[in-house]
């Protein structure tokens, strides 16, 4: 008889043909208990999702660490960008194969590409968040991208018919995405001794805060 895995009150029970049990605690981590990564949930948050895309997890995955905590107006135009093939989205894994291009110089990278159908559907889902953001009452003008995650979704398998009565896989890796966007916080003007404090950075910090300044604009 083969063994049966039930899930009763919190326990884990494994029952054999000779009727011996073995009782695990709840608080054992196995592999089909094991939760998925919850995402932040800020007050008041706008929060927009869509499941099952079709652009590739890998492309898609490469927007997120470029735009989180971008404005959302700075973050329209950036996709804009890429769509027109003026800015770059910087490719930092997944990126075997991919050619070198200047407009990467601007994150510190030198692999970049232009993955236009995925920034089409980034693109709408911001316009849709600023959507909802309207309608509750946030102030559109001031709303940064405060949390973006791209996550795996179940792979599809197709098949294609070659000549000579040959079939090829034919697979596709979809993906879930979710951002959330909140209101910035008021900036406060620095005061004059961190003023005089900057005066004395190095090439490297100035270079940093260059940066930041881009994609905060």
Not at 9 to 34: G, Q, V, Y
Not at 38 to 57: A, G, I, Q, V
Not at 69 to 98: C, D, I, S
Not at 182 to 194: I, L, N, P, R
């Amino acid at each position: 008889m083969a063994r049966q895995h039930t899930l009763i009150a919190h326990t884990l029970t494994l029952e054999n043909s000779a009727s011996k049990r073995l009782t695990i605690p709840s608080t054992a981590t196995t592999w089909f208990d094991t939760p998925p990564p919850k995402s932040p949930r800020p007050d008041p948050p706008e929060l927009t999702e869509t499941t099952y895309e079709s652009p590739s997890r890998t492309r898609e995955r490469q927007h997120k660490p470029s735009m989180a905590g971008w404005k959302l107006q700075r973050a329209v135009k950036f996709l804009q960008n890429v769509q027109e093939k003026v800015e770059a989205v910087p490719m930092r894994r997944y990126a075997g194969g991919t050619g070198r291009a200047a407009q990467g110089k601007q994150f510190g990278v030198t692999r970049a590409r232009w993955p236009v159908k995925s920034a089409a559907f980034i693109l709408g889902l911001l316009k849709n968040a600023e959507a909802n953001a309207d309608t509750k009452g946030l102030d559109t003008g001031n709303l940064i991208i405060k949390h973006i995650q791209v996550n795996q979704a179940p792979k599809q398998r197709r098949r294609t018919y070659r000549a000579h009565g040959r079939i090829n896989p034919y697979m596709s890796n979809p993906c879930h995405i979710e951002l959330i966007l909140t209101e910035g916080e008021e900036v406060v003007q620095k005061s004059e001794a961190v003023v005089g404090r900057e005066a004395h950075l190095s090439s490297r910090q100035r270079g940093a805060r260059n940066r930041r300044a881009i994609t905060a604009a």
